[in-house]
Structures are given as structure tokens and as C-alpha cells.
């Protein structure tokens, strides 16, 4: 199921100088072109109706405080729900009941008014919905960017300053907004564009995403706040969406200029760093991996450790002691974990049809947690036959890599290394594909450099185990971090 809530607040620098109402009051006349105040001909209590009933996710239209057909069966189908007589009026007794219903509502989305410094920017967030802002990730480079915040959640806030340049008026930006935004797509609904003194405010929809956007401007500096939803879900999101804008105050503060943030980005002192270790700030990439010895040696791929100036353990130091690029293994040692009991390994080769499990810390920088994904063993054999290598069913993520394949008893069976590319998956249609290094591999690699890990000989295990037979196998389990030095 896909819904999203994504909110963008940029902020460029203009020659123009114009006076600004501010958004932590916004212009009546843009709240109603938004449907989120009533309108001229609407009741004001009607609206309260209206907001309250999207609340409770019995009213998908718009907030105006006009008497519609929508309005009406959603007050029906609210008496319905209470056990009144659905009469299309609600008594005071049922009143009550929805505004409660309502306010809980929101009570439980927690908003919290926050004061974004980074960007000047202050507006009620729901931090029931929202994790805290981060640093956001070009994902289209690789590459952290140093102007943009990103809320991580089942949806997404995010919030960046592009730099523009040249002088607009609000209804010129808006213009050149619609425009750009007509080159760039070949299939875009222009929904509504207006503008009211320094501000202005523009919707379209594209891709399925409903796109919204209101800027203003003051002492020549444009901010803006972008707000795009997955259109099937645009009304039943609203009531969040016109919460978050009627407390939205674009120009609560100066901001920080460019310079300062990349001071700031190089000192360590940006938003989702302050309370994170230092291990996880000089992160670039992480994989997964099984301790094998009492000796503190921990198995992985060697493309996980490839390139990396700098190994860590769970946040704690370790050196390479060796890899083999043909096989994708690599060895090394934190000292951290010696004199702890390893992992066990199966003799012989995980069977067809065998069920078997996977665990890790697949994406570490959303999920910060380890993972346990199962599945069976579809295959005996890998890629073009490689028979160095099994593929299994078990879900498999980046991250992932290095981690250990486990049979029912515990017993490492194979070593976690790729998935089913995308372009592949498209191009063959193929799906639930992932491939793992066998264990015998694993094995003989480990001797080469001198480790010896636990080998048993004991049949497979006919099924997987209850959740707290996992949870024991949680410290047999490693997080390898990746460094630039």
C-alpha cells in the first residue's frame, strides 16, 4: 500500500523587498483557494464538522463549511457508527462524541511545535508520524546533502534551500514554477495556481503524487513549503496536511546561511547527529556478518569491507585479516567480542526445499535494527550454475551482505551475498531471488587463514524454531561498519 506525506520548506535569496504576512497566520483567502478554511458562503461551524469527521476517517472532502451530499453521508455514517438514528444532523450527545474522537486523534499524532533553525522555519509536526529531522540522503549521488532535512517515517517530511537567483514576484515565481513544471513532465494535471500579495500557492498532480506548494516572501528572500501525497491518499491526509500548514511560519527566524551549514556539516553539528556515536557519523556503508571464533573473528563478503579505510563492529574497532575476492568472503578481528561462544556450522550443504533463515542488519541507517527474514532453499546451485553457491527465498536487502543463512538448530548453512538485481527482476521477471555462498566455501576460506570454526555433523533441523530460540541467536549476529578512515 503506498501513502506518503512528503514536506519540502526551501528558501532563496531574491533582490526583491515586499512584506510578507506570514504563514503562522496565513491569508484567508489562500487557506479557502486550499479548501482548508471556509469559505465565504461556508459556516464556520459546518467546517469544525467537516474537519472533525476527516478526522475520524469518515469525510474525504473538502473543509469549506458548505452542505454537501459528501458532508451528509459522512455525518449518516458517523451516527450509523455511534448507534444513533442516522438522520443527517448531529444531536449535541453525538457532537460531543466526534470532537473527542477527533481531538484523540490528533493527541495521538503528538505535534510538537518546533523551531527548525537549520532553515528559520517553525510549524507543528506530528512526531507521532515523523522521526526526528536527519541530514537526507541524495540518492541519486550517493551523497549526504548538507541542505536538506529529512523526516523518516512510513512517510516522508523533507526539507531543503535550493539557491535561486534572479528577482520574481510571487505571481512571476509561480509562472516560471508552472512552466518548469510542465517541461518536465509530459503527463501533469495543473489542479490550481493563485497568488495573493507575497505569497502565493500552486497544486498540481503528476505520477499519481498530488503536489502542493506555498511560498511567501520577505526582506527578498523567498521561503516556500511543499507538500506531495500519494493522490489516493491526498483527502484522507488533509486534516494533517492543514494542521501542519495553518501552524507553518516560514519566517520565524533568519536560518543559517550556506556557509554556516557546511561549517556545521564539517564540525559534526547537524540535525539527526547530536545524539548519534561517532561510529555511526563516519559511516558511509554497512553489511552483516557471524562471529566464528572465540578468538573475536567475524565472517563477511569481502565487498563489504572493499575500499573501506576503517572497520568497526558494532560500533567497535576491527582489522582485516584477510578476504578472497573470487569467493566475495573476507575475515577479520574485533577484539571486543573474543571469549564469547561462535556460531556453529553445518557440515553439509543446505538441501532443496530446506527452510531456512536470514539475519542482519539490512539498510542500518532507516532501520537500526537487526533483521530476521525466512524462506527455503529454491535452488541448489547459483547464478549460471555456479555451484559455489545456493539461492534461497529469503527476503534479502542491501545490508544484508555477509550475514549469515541459518538452518532450524542455529547451524550457519551459508553466507548472505546478492539478490536479483532490479534491471534483472524487470528484464526476466523474476522475484524472491537471492543467492548465498555456501558454508563448506565459508569453511575452507576461514582455515586458509588460520580460523577454526565449530563444524557439526548433525542432520538438518526439520523445521525453523519458536521466536525465542531466535532471539538466542542474536549475539552470534555482527553489524561490520564501513569508514572512509
Same mark, same amino acid.
Given at each position: 500500500m503506498r501513502r506518503f506525506l512528503i514536506i519540502t520548506v526551501l528558501a532563496a535569496l531574491t533582490s526583491l523587498t515586499l512584506t510578507a504576512q506570514g504563514f503562522a497566520s496565513p491569508p484567508t483567502d489562500l487557506l479557502q483557494s486550499m479548501s482548508l478554511a471556509p469559505a465565504e458562503n461556508g459556516e464556520p461551524s459546518r467546517a469544525r464538522i467537516q474537519t472533525d469527521l476527516a478526522w475520524t476517517g469518515f469525510y474525504l472532502g473538502p473543509t469549506h463549511g458548505r452542505e454537501t451530499p459528501e458532508t451528509r453521508e459522512a455525518i449518516l455514517a458517523f451516527q450509523r457508527s455511534i448507534g444513533n438514528t442516522a438522520t443527517g444532523r448531529l444531536s449535541e450527545q453525538a457532537r460531543e462524541i466526534l470532537r473527542d474522537r477527533a481531538t484523540a486523534t490528533q493527541r495521538d499524532y503528538r505535534f510538537v511545535r518546533r523551531n527548525v533553525e537549520w532553515l528559520g522555519v517553525v510549524m507543528d509536526t506530528p512526531m507521532g508520524f515523523f522521526g526526528p529531522a536527519t541530514l537526507d540522503q541524495d540518492t541519486t549521488r550517493n551523497e549526504i546533502e548538507f541542505d536538506a532535512l529529512a523526516h523518516p517515517s512510513g512517510a516522508s517530511l523533507r526539507l531543503w534551500i535550493p539557491e535561486f537567483r534572479g528577482s520574481m514576484n510571487p505571481q512571476q515565481l509561480m509562472n516560471g514554477y508552472t512552466d518548469a513544471i510542465r517541461d518536465a513532465y509530459d503527463d501533469v494535471e495543473l489542479i490550481v495556481s493563485r497568488h495573493f500579495g507575497s505569497s502565493f500557492f500552486i497544486a498540481f498532480e503528476v505520477n499519481g503524487i498530488r503536489v502542493t506548494r506555498v511560498g511567501e516572501v520577505k526582506n527578498g528572500q523567498w521561503r516556500i513549503a511543499e507538500f506531495a501525497l500519494d493522490s489516493d491518499y491526498y483527502w484522507t491526509m488533509r486534516p494533517l496536511m492543514a494542521r501542519m500548514i495553518r501552524s507553518l511560519d516560514l519566517f520565524a527566524g533568519p536560518g543559517l546561511s550556506q556557509r554556516e551549514r557546511t561549517a556545521r556539516r564539517a564540525r559534526g553539528d547537524f540535525p539527526g547527529n547530536e545524539q548519534m556515536p561517532d561510529w555511526f557519523n563516519t559511516m558511509i556503508a554497512n553489511g552483516s556478518g557471524s562471529l566464528v571464533s572465540r578468538r573475536g573473528h567475524i565472517?563477511?563478503?569481502?565487498?563489504?569491507?572493499?575500499?573501506?579505510?576503517?572497520?568497526?563492529?558494532?560500533?567497535?574497532?576491527?582489522?582485516?585479516?584477510?578476504?578472497?575476492?573470487?569467493?566475495?568472503?573476507?575475515?577479520?578481528?574485533?577484539?571486543?567480542?573474543?571469549?564469547?561462544?561462535?556460531?556453529?556450522?553445518?557440515?553439509?550443504?543446505?538441501?532443496?526445499?530446506?527452510?531456512?533463515?536470514?539475519?542482519?542488519?539490512?539498510?542500518?541507517?532507516? @532501520?537500526?535494527?537487526?533483521?530476521?527474514?525466512?524462506?527455503?532453499?529454491? @535452488?541448489?546451485?547459483?547464478?549460471?550454475?555456479?555451484?559455489?553457491?545456493?539461492?534461497?527465498?529469503?527476503?534479502?536487502?542491501?545490508?544484508?551482505?555477509?550475514?549469515?543463512?541459518?538452518?532450524?538448530?542455529?547451524?550457519?548453512?551459508?553466507?548472505?551475498?546478492?539478490?536479483?538485481? @532490479?534491471?534483472?527482476?524487470?528484464?526476466?521477471?523474476?522475484?524472491?531471488?537471492?543467492?548465498?555462498?555456501?558454508?563448506?566455501?565459508?569453511?575452507?576460506?576461514?582455515?586458509?587463514?588460520?580460523?577454526?570454526?565449530?563444524?557439526?555433523?548433525?542432520?538438518?533441523?526439520?523445521?525453523?524454531?519458536?521466536?525465542?530460540?531466535?532471539?538466542?541467536?542474536? @549475539?552470534?549476529?555482527?553489524?561490520?561498519?564501513?569508514?572512509?578512515?
Open positions: 565472517l563477511t563478503n569481502h565487498h563489504v569491507i572493499e575500499g573501506c579505510g576503517r572497520l568497526t563492529v558494532n560500533g567497535n574497532p576491527a582489522i582485516l585479516v584477510g578476504a578472497d575476492a573470487r569467493l566475495d568472503l573476507a575475515v577479520i578481528r574485533a577484539e571486543a567480542f573474543a571469549n564469547r561462544r561462535p556460531i556453529r556450522f553445518r557440515e553439509d550443504n543446505p538441501q532443496l526445499g530446506e527452510a531456512v533463515a536470514v539475519m542482519g542488519y539490512p539498510v542500518f541507517q532507516f @532501520s537500526r535494527a537487526l533483521n530476521y527474514t525466512t524462506g527455503t532453499v529454491s @535452488s541448489n546451485v547459483g547464478l549460471y550454475g555456479d555451484r559455489t553457491r545456493v539461492q534461497i527465498t529469503a527476503p534479502i536487502q542491501p545490508g544484508n551482505s555477509g550475514g549469515p543463512v541459518l538452518d532450524g538448530s542455529g547451524r550457519q548453512v551459508a553466507v548472505v551475498v546478492a539478490k536479483a538485481s @532490479s534491471k534483472l527482476q524487470v528484464d526476466v521477471n523474476v522475484e524472491n531471488i537471492g543467492w548465498v555462498i555456501r558454508g563448506q566455501q565459508a569453511v575452507s576460506f576461514l582455515r586458509r587463514y588460520g580460523v577454526n570454526p565449530i563444524v557439526e555433523t548433525n542432520a538438518p533441523a526439520p523445521q525453523l524454531p519458536d521466536a525465542e530460540t531466535v532471539d538466542g541467536w542474536r @549475539s552470534l549476529i555482527m553489524r561490520i561498519e564501513c569508514h572512509k578512515l
